[in-house]
């Protein structure tokens, strides 16, 4: 398990449901693709309430004071048949990072300051689920990733790697720069932007805009999926990997996340008195019971997930993708 390294600390966090839902993007309805879901256990189609997540009262995920919940797609391998059938998901890492500053004239990004905590009630959306190409100038592009995992090597590409991988990790860097004032928008981007200045100006950090002058905790997901059942992947091919919402580029694969810390205090103060792993780390065990140290597992649904028809759960192969979306 990931613990804390220098600026950082991960939420481990295990698998919590696949279903057809996005509270997000499709409140009360079914989403137009199956998402798999880590974090809290109130995840629901109904989450309109910005303290929804705090009525979860377990989380998949190791850091127990986190109720916040983590979504992207769920992927598919789609035969030589033409079927589909769900890839395995392992589980997530959900790295929370001190990278972004606050907007200043001088546009200098002061290190041994901390960027602020998530405000109650935040979510946001990284990616775009339309997307089918690269473009590298392109800020929100470069901050979609995977890394091919192998056991002699990984490497790291955009879009889906066209060679064999034990484990694909899906990787999407949010935005940590904020209005300071709204805790969503109408397309759940624009109250948040990427870094700007002089320090990186790109995705990973540095100083934030006049625009969104607020630097955030940078939150970046890595999902997990057994993909050691198939070969080399050509998005051109019969057999192929695409993600639910039929993407068989990778381009569009996307992250949602619902803030839900129960402690924000705690949160904001994590960076400050994380010196490593364990007890150096309090975050990693606030919460907890002392005689059992945090660890992701399961948390059953306060809501029971609602399924229109087969998402292949059960490893059977499907003709067509839940919700009917055609491959692109």
Same mark, same amino acid.
């Given at each position: 398990?990931?613990?804390?390294?220098?600026?950082?600390?991960?939420?481990?966090?295990?698998?919590?449901?696949?279903?057809?839902?996005?509270?997000?993007?499709?409140?009360?309805?079914?989403?137009?693709?199956?998402?798999?879901?880590?974090?809290?256990?109130?995840?629901?189609?109904?989450?309109?309430?910005?303290?929804?997540?705090?009525?979860?009262?377990?989380?998949?995920?190791?850091?127990?004071?986190?109720?916040?919940?983590?979504?992207?797609?769920?992927?598919?391998?789609?035969?030589?048949?033409?079927?589909?059938?769900?890839?395995?998901?392992?589980? !997530?890492?959900?790295?929370?990072?001190?990278?972004?500053?606050?907007?200043?004239?001088? &546009?200098?990004?002061?290190?041994?300051?901390?960027?602020?905590?998530?405000?109650?009630?935040?979510?946001?959306?990284?990616?775009?689920?339309?997307?089918?190409?690269?473009?590298?100038?392109?800020?929100?592009?470069? !901050?979609?990733?995977?890394?091919?995992?192998?056991?002699?090597?990984?490497?790291?590409?955009?879009?889906?790697?066209?060679?064999?991988?034990?484990? &694909?990790? !899906?990787?999407?860097?949010?935005?940590?720069?904020?209005?300071?004032?709204?805790?969503?928008?109408?397309?759940?981007?624009?109250?948040?932007?990427?870094?700007?200045?002089?320090?990186?100006?790109?995705?990973?950090?540095?100083?934030?805009?006049?625009?969104?002058?607020?630097?955030?905790?940078?939150?970046?997901?890595?999902?997990?999926?057994?993909?050691?059942?198939?070969?080399?992947?050509?998005?051109?091919?019969?057999?192929?990997?695409?993600?639910?919402?039929?993407?068989?580029?990778?381009?569009?694969?996307?992250?949602?996340?619902?803030?839900?810390?129960?402690?924000?205090?705690?949160?904001?103060?994590?960076?400050?008195?994380?010196?490593?792993?364990?007890?150096?780390?309090?975050?990693?065990?606030?919460?907890?019971?002392?005689?059992?140290?945090?660890?992701?597992?399961?948390?059953?649904?306060?809501?029971?997930?609602?399924?229109?028809?087969?998402?292949?759960?059960?490893?059977?192969?499907?003709?067509?993708?839940?919700?009917?979306?055609?491959?692109?």
């Amino acid at each position: 398990l990931a613990h804390a390294a220098g600026d950082a600390f991960v939420v481990n966090c295990a698998p919590l449901t696949t279903q057809r839902s996005d509270p997000i993007v499709s409140p009360g309805v079914a989403s137009g693709h199956v998402h798999t879901v880590v974090g809290g256990n109130a995840f629901s189609r109904n989450m309109s309430s910005p303290e929804a997540p705090l009525q979860s009262n377990a989380t998949t995920c190791d850091k127990k004071l986190d109720h916040s919940i983590y979504w992207i797609p769920q992927l598919y391998h789609q035969g030589e048949d033409g079927k589909f059938q769900l890839v395995h998901f392992n589980g !997530a890492a959900i790295y929370y990072l001190n990278r972004a500053c606050n907007y200043t004239e001088d &546009l200098y990004c002061d290190k041994s300051k901390f960027a602020a905590a998530f405000p109650p009630g935040m979510r946001m959306i990284a990616g775009d689920t339309t997307r089918r190409t690269q473009n590298d100038s392109d800020i929100t592009n470069r !901050a979609v990733s995977y890394m091919c995992m192998n056991d002699d090597e990984s490497h790291e590409v955009h879009g889906f790697p066209e060679t064999s991988c034990k484990t &694909l990790r !899906a990787q999407v860097f949010f935005p940590s720069c904020w209005d300071g004032v709204n805790i969503d928008s109408a397309n759940h981007k624009d109250h948040v932007s990427y870094p700007t200045g002089h320090y990186t100006g790109d995705f990973g950090g540095g100083v934030c805009p006049t625009t969104h002058p607020i630097g955030l905790i940078s939150l970046f997901f890595e999902f997990f999926f057994d993909t050691s059942a198939y070969g080399p992947n050509d998005p051109n091919a019969a057999s192929r990997l695409v993600w639910a919402n039929g993407d068989a580029t990778g381009f569009g694969l996307h992250g949602d996340f619902m803030m839900g810390w129960t402690d924000v205090n705690a949160l904001a103060h994590a960076h400050e008195t994380c010196n490593g792993p364990g007890d150096l780390c309090p975050i990693n065990v606030l919460g907890s019971s002392p005689s059992e140290p945090p660890q992701p597992g399961p948390a059953p649904l306060l809501v029971p997930a609602v399924y229109e028809e087969n998402v292949g759960l059960d490893g059977s192969k499907l003709d067509k993708l839940p919700g009917n979306n055609p491959v692109t």
